[in-house]
């Protein structure tokens, strides 16, 4: 995925600027595809400049309002129908799991309680962004809490994974004594 295709994906339901781009982002995928201001502000304008966007409003302060065009509904549609997803297969915390035999026990079952308490952390978070989905029925609300739903029930997997693996550390160092 790339910020190309997610900028696209949340103007396709209808126009906004980048104040109101950013404040969606927030609220809807922050926890599947994170971007910073600079990077969303810096993406309207190429995306402008490719024929992908157009303005289609323009307020006071120089506010302007985007919309996508119909090449950038292809762009769109051809990203989602004919391209494969990436599948990210590089995970820094799993090969530090590969590696706890060269910690201690204990520091290794330090490790993974950390990694407990942050993917709860994160489920919290999402339970919090919860409430600010758009319970409507546009295609980016029920998709939205699809998402959301699947952050979540990442996040209670990763949690009970790591109490898990921590379990058997314990239980291996209690083999060894």
């Not at 190309?4 to 600027?17: C, I, K, N, T």
């Not at 006071?60 to 989602?80: C, F, M, Q």
Request: aromatic share 6%; charged share 20%; net charge negative.
């Amino acid at each position: 995925m790339s910020l190309r295709h997610a900028v696209l994906g949340l103007l396709s339901e209808h126009p906004a600027s980048g104040y109101d781009l950013m404040k969606l982002f927030e609220s809807s995928l922050s926890n599947v595809w994170p971007a910073t201001q600079s990077q969303v502000y810096g993406e309207l304008g190429k995306l402008s400049a490719a024929g992908l966007l157009t303005v289609s409003a323009e307020g006071p302060r120089g506010r302007k309002e985007y919309a996508v065009t119909a090449a950038g509904r292809a762009e769109l549609r051809h990203w989602l129908v004919e391209t494969e997803p990436e599948r990210v297969r590089r995970s820094e915390t799993l090969l530090r799991v590969f590696f706890l035999g060269l910690l201690t026990p204990d520091e290794a079952t330090a490790f993974l309680a950390v990694e407990a308490t942050r993917a709860a952390q994160e489920a919290a978070a999402l339970r919090e962004l919860e409430p600010t989905v758009d319970p409507g029925a546009n295609a980016l609300s029920v998709h939205g809490r699809l998402a959301l739903e699947y952050g979540l029930r990442l996040a209670a997997l990763q949690e009970e994974w790591a109490r898990w693996a921590a379990g058997q550390i314990a239980a291996a160092q209690e083999a060894a004594s």
